[in-house]
C-alpha cells in the first residue's frame, strides 16, 4: 500500500510539472462568409439583444436568465446570464468601430476572464466575419490541461454561431430595397391628398 501511495503521488508531482510546461496562453478562432452589408452585421454585433437570435449558448437554453446593462450597443454594454445546463458568465463590449468590429471582454465563474473579438472584412461572397477569444489560463495545473482541448471544446459553438449569424443577416431586407421604398414614400402623395398641380402661371 505503501508503494501504490508513493507511486500515485509520483505520477501526480510528474503531472503537475508538465502542466507548467504547457502553454498558459490560448486562441480559439472561426471564419464565416456572410451575404449582408457591414452595417447588417455590426448591427447584429454591436446590440447585445440581438445576440439572443444566433448566440448558440442562449439558443441552446430558452430558460437562460439573460440581464443587460449599460447602453443599449457599443462601448460597455453588457450582457449576464445564469443556466442551468449552459453555466453563467458575463459578456462586456470594450471597443467598438463601426462597421469593423468589437472587442468583449468574457468572464466566467472561477476563470480568468479572456479577450473576444467580432471582425468584419471584405471577402469574396460579401463580408468575412471573425470570431475569436483569447486568454491565459494562468498557474492553474488543471486550466492548463484544459488548454489543450479548447479549441474543439469552443470552436464548434463558434462556428454555429457564426452560421447563425449567416441566417439572420442574409435574411434582412437588402438595403437597397430599403431606400428604394423610403423614397417612393416620399414622392407619393399620403392617402385621401391630391397630388400637386402645376401652380397658376406654369400651365403651359
Known amino acids: 500500500m505503501k508503494k501504490l501511495l508513493l507511486g500515485l503521488v509520483a505520477v501526480v508531482i510528474i503531472l503537475v510539472g508538465i502542466a507548467f510546461i504547457l502553454p498558459a496562453e490560448y486562441r480559439v478562432e472561426r471564419h464565416q462568409e456572410i451575404k449582408a452589408t457591414p452595417s447588417q452585421i455590426f448591427g447584429q454585433l454591436n446590440t447585445l439583444e440581438n445576440w439572443k437570435q ?99 471544446m469552443i470552436g464548434p459553438d463558434f462556428q454555429e454561431g457564426l452560421n447563425n449569424l449567416k441566417q439572420v443577416c442574409e435574411s434582412l431586407p437588402a438595403p437597397e430595397v430599403e431606400a428604394a421604398e423610403e423614397e417612393s414614400a416620399m414622392e407619393s402623395p399620403a392617402d385621401g391628398e391630391p397630388a400637386e398641380t402645376p401652380a397658376e402661371g406654369e400651365q403651359q
Open 54 to 152: 444566433w448566440m448558440t449558448w442562449i439558443r441552446r437554453d430558452p430558460q437562460m436568465k439573460l440581464t443587460f446593462s449599460g447602453p443599449a450597443s457599443g462601448v460597455d454594454a453588457s450582457m449576464a446570464w445564469v443556466s442551468e445546463t449552459q453555466g453563467s458568465g458575463t459578456l462586456t463590449i470594450s471597443e467598438s468601430n463601426a462597421d469593423a468590429s468589437i472587442t468583449y471582454t468574457l468572464s466566467f465563474p472561477g476563470y480568468p476572464p479572456s479577450t473576444g473579438r467580432l471582425i468584419i472584412t471584405p471577402g469574396a461572397g460579401g463580408q468575412s466575419v471573425s470570431w475569436s477569444d483569447e486568454g491565459n489560463l494562468g498557474n492553474n495545473p488543471v486550466s492548463r490541461y484544459i488548454g489543450l482541448f479548447l479549441d474543439g
